[in-house]
């Protein structure tokens, strides 16, 4: 499961990168030059870091189940899988590539970027209280955790779906700076390793 930390890194990594591309650019050139959108693009990969963190971390977490590395827990033993993948698993016991496909198969079109829908993908590898778990090792409320993520999935969702446009002044984006980024940055960041800690 450790891969999918390391991985989550390298792709926070690049939106990282890519945010500082931004604050280079402004620094060299005029006010004429918006590099906003440099900004929000980078908003968006951290948010997808997160997403592909708990789908990797999650499929893992399942194949460790399945070879009896972690106990099983309730959402686990009522995954569902198709009979094609029974059959391969009946017809190999030593193999595990029938789980890693049905996991990707059920989880591919699903985003686990909503502190619900993490928490549920989590309940299949582990029963701990999720939020209650990443909030004591940041320091802060479980409810306060949520509400700050929502915040960022909110603002992720209005600039890859909506623009990014501000319907109450229209014709104008909503503002974003490199501040606003990197605390977000941070955020996922910090909560992304608690989430580790706590599972793990």
Do not use: C
């Amino acid at each position: 499961m450790k891969a999918a930390l390391d991985q989550f890194e390298t792709n926070l990594a690049r939106a990282r990168t890519l945010s500082g591309v931004a604050a280079s650019i402004g620094a060299l050139t005029t006010p004429a030059i918006d590099v906003s959108d440099i900004h929000r693009a980078a908003l968006v990969l951290a948010v997808s870091a997160l997403d592909y963190f708990v789908h990797e971390f999650v499929r893992l977490g399942m194949l460790e189940v399945h070879r009896g590395k972690r106990a099983a827990t309730d959402a686990n033993l009522s995954f569902k899988v198709p009979i094609v993948a029974v059959r391969s698993g009946f017809a190999d016991l030593t193999q595990d590539d029938w789980l890693d496909e049905a996991v990707r198969e059920a989880h591919s079109w699903l985003s686990f970027q909503h502190p619900d829908k993490i928490a549920d993908a989590i309940r299949l590898v582990s029963t701990v209280k999720l939020w209650q778990e990443v909030a004591n090792e940041i320091g802060s409320e479980a409810s306060a955790v949520k509400a700050r993520l929502i915040v960022i999935v909110d603002r992720r969702n209005k600039i890859a779906h909506e623009a990014d446009m501000d319907p109450t002044n229209p014709g104008n984006q909503w503002p974003i700076s490199a501040a606003l980024v990197e605390d977000a940055f941070d955020f996922i960041e910090s909560m992304v390793k608690a989430i580790y800690k706590s599972v793990i």
